[in-house]
């Protein structure tokens, strides 16, 4: 993780720093004014900002975390302040900060915070993985329909639909090449490799297929071959 350290008070700034150096964490050059906060944070987008709310400049630590949270709702902010009343509770709570500290304190509050947000970052980050694969894995098809790659197995609005493995086959083949015409001949050697094929074989499993799922899911091209029906873009 990379973590911004944003104190106006250079003393305990540097030990924060080198107590995260310490712990393995990178850390970017201290930051003592909120509008360097602000730069820094778009420019080098940190994971976690730990952020003093009074600050050398007239931006306070508060209005800096408000704005970088706004443009980057991805970075964590922790507060690091003295002030305990509602009204700065209030504001870390608007914020959207992950975290906050009362000064003085431990290391060990720092850190276990850190590890925290560390945890939830990796939660985060696989759940996008599986989200990307799901996405990948699930080919979106006519009028509610969707075929699930990996599983070979069709849906229509989260029931999934038995049409029998020759037709699954047929669904798949025609799946991976989504874009494309599959011709008859491919599909009749790819069905019947023990070379029993026929034209007649074909259509009366197309014809099985739309009977139970959709008239228009598999389109004939032009007596050339024949097509899955993805789902309208737009």
Same mark, same amino acid.
């Given at each position: 993780?990379?973590?911004?350290?944003?104190?106006?008070?250079?003393?305990?700034?540097?030990?924060?720093?080198?107590?995260?150096?310490?712990?393995? *964490?990178?850390?970017? =050059?201290?930051?003592?004014?909120?509008?360097?906060?602000?730069?820094?944070?778009?420019?080098?987008?940190?994971?976690?900002?730990?952020? /003093?709310?009074?600050?050398?400049?007239?931006?306070?630590?508060?209005? +800096? +975390?408000?704005?970088?949270? !706004?443009?980057? =709702?991805?970075?964590?902010?922790?507060?690091?302040?003295?002030?305990?009343?509602?009204?700065?509770?209030?504001?870390?709570?608007?914020?959207? +900060?992950?975290?906050?500290?009362?000064?003085?304190?431990? /290391?060990?509050?720092?850190?276990?915070?850190?590890?925290?947000?560390? +945890?939830?970052? %990796?939660?985060?980050?696989?759940? @996008?993985?599986?989200?990307?694969?799901?996405?990948?894995?699930?080919? !979106?098809?006519?009028?509610? *329909?969707?075929? #699930?790659?990996?599983?070979?197995?069709?849906?229509?609005? %989260?029931?999934?639909?038995?049409?029998?493995?020759?037709?699954?086959?047929?669904?798949?083949?025609?799946?991976?090449? %989504?874009?494309?015409?599959?011709?008859? /001949? /491919?599909?009749?050697?790819?069905?019947? =490799?023990?070379?029993?094929?026929?034209? %007649?074989?074909?259509?009366?499993?197309? #014809?099985?297929?739309?009977?139970?799922?959709? !008239?228009?899911?598999?389109?004939?091209?032009?007596?050339?071959?024949?097509?899955?029906?993805?789902?309208? @873009?737009?």
């Amino acid at each position: 993780m990379q973590i911004l350290i944003v104190e106006d008070e250079l003393i305990p700034a540097n030990y924060l720093k080198k107590v995260l150096l310490a712990e393995g *964490y990178d850390v970017l =050059p201290i930051v003592d004014k909120g509008s360097v906060a602000i730069c820094v944070a778009k420019e080098k987008k940190p994971d976690i900002i730990l952020m /003093d709310v009074m600050l050398k400049d007239r931006i306070s630590g508060c209005d +800096a +975390a408000l704005e970088i949270s !706004q443009e980057n =709702p991805q970075i964590r902010i922790v507060f690091l302040t003295a002030f305990s009343d509602q009204e700065m509770i209030d504001f870390a709570v608007k914020s959207k +900060a992950f975290a906050y500290l009362l000064k003085p304190y431990r /290391d060990k509050e720092i850190l276990a915070t850190l590890a925290l947000a560390k +945890a939830e970052m %990796q939660k985060h980050t696989t759940s @996008q993985n599986i989200l990307v694969d799901e996405e990948k894995n699930i080919l !979106q098809l006519m009028d509610g *329909y969707s075929f #699930h790659k990996e599983e070979k197995r069709l849906f229509r609005l %989260q029931n999934e639909i038995s049409c029998g493995p020759k037709a699954i086959k047929l669904i798949a083949l025609l799946c991976e090449h %989504q874009n494309y015409t599959v011709s008859t /001949d /491919d599909i009749l050697e790819i069905l019947w =490799p023990e070379g029993n094929a026929s034209q %007649q074989k074909l259509r009366s499993l197309i #014809h099985r297929i739309r009977e139970q799922t959709h !008239q228009g899911l598999i389109v004939n091209v032009n007596k050339l071959g024949y097509k899955i029906e993805l789902k309208a @873009q737009g």
